[in-house]
């Protein structure tokens, strides 16, 4: 018969499998599966970023628009197949999406240190809130054991991702869709203080929209010409765009966020006051920005049995 001991020590190994068949992460799932997971994802971003400081903001998008399609289960690494078109060439990603060799640097290290054992889901997780911190933002710690997808989808890349183009409604709505509440929303969208977009994507606010700083418009329009340049980029936070702080909330307040998304926080409705709080509180932003953060990675992992445990990011085994 058991001794009781036994019995507690099983039943609890069992509370945890469950609980991460059912969806939980926890916060130490590598520790003794690869200890040296977390230090080894580090050191490749600190380095990537250190080379190119726009690849912090790149890496954490793409963690986003990974979890707002099909939620956080590495779907946007797939190159196509003959079974199925991956998410790289979807509106939202085409020739926009980039860090994708960063990733695969971080793969082929894990997979020396302790293959087949962390999921490409779990670095980019993991990726993002490194960049955060790599360049002067809040930390956090990632919940782990999310596991890759077989597949991909085009048309929900297209569909999930919410456009530059978007209303505050949209925006709210879209959010809401994913468990992702309006304060999440408006802090998520600080992490727009870093990073760059493209013409195509401001292009018509510049051109069209009176609720956009006339000198900050003009400044903006060499660069992006009313015709042609889609490709040439802008700082989203033309203060700091390489540091994480809360000028991308100062900006709105004088009407110079880059996108019209961006402005639709601070145009008269009701997403104002988070707005003001964050310009006025740095660290409530971070603190907010950092709890929504892990929400969002939370998007219906795969957990458990469910999915597998990429040998590469980019295809399945």
């Known amino acids: 018969m058991a001794s009781p001991r036994s019995t507690a020590a099983y039943l609890l190994v069992l509370s945890v499998v469950v609980g991460v068949a059912a969806g939980q992460l926890s916060s130490n799932f590598y520790s003794s599966s690869c200890p040296m997971a977390l230090s080894t994802i580090k ?37 196509d197949t003959s079974n199925f078109t991956g998410e790289k060439t979807a509106v939202p990603n085409a020739n926009s999406l980039r860090g994708f060799d960063v990733i695969d640097t971080i793969k082929s290290n894990l997979e020396s240190v302790c293959p087949g054992v962390v999921s490409c889901a779990d670095i980019l997780a993991v990726t993002a809130r490194d960049s955060v911190v790599a360049l002067g933002g809040p930390s956090w710690t990632v919940q782990l054991g999310r596991r890759d997808s077989t597949t991909a989808s085009l048309s929900d890349a297209n569909s999930n991702i919410p456009a530059p183009t978007s209303n505050l409604s949209t925006l709210i709505s879209s959010f809401s869709g994913k468990g992702l509440s309006t304060q999440d929303m408006v802090a998520l969208s600080g992490a727009h203080t870093i990073g760059q977009a493209r013409c195509t994507t401001f292009r018509t606010r ?15 329009m060499s660069n992006c010409p009313s015709s042609g340049g889609d490709n040439n980029i802008s700082p989203l936070d033309t203060q700091t765009p390489t540091t994480f702080d809360n000028d991308y909330y100062n900006n709105l307040l004088v009407q110079k966020g880059l996108l019209h998304s961006d402005q639709q926080l601070f145009n008269g409705g009701s997403t104002d006051s988070q707005v003001t709080t964050y310009s006025n509180n740095p660290s409530t932003f971070s603190s907010d920005f950092a709890s929504a953060m892990i929400k969002m990675g939370n998007i219906s992992p795969l957990t458990g049995s469910s999915g597998q445990i990429r040998n590469s990011c980019r295809k399945v085994n």
Do not use: K, P
Not at 206 to 220: D, G, H, K, V
């Open 43 to 79: 050191s490749a971003v600190d380095a990537a970023v250190a080379n190119e400081a726009r690849m912090g903001a790149s890496l954490v998008r793409v963690h986003f628009h990974d979890c707002f399609v099909n939620g956080c289960d590495a779907s946007v690494l797939l190159d």
């Open 206 to 220: 510049l051109y069209n929209e009176n609720n956009i700083n006339s000198s900050f418009a003009t400044s903006l």
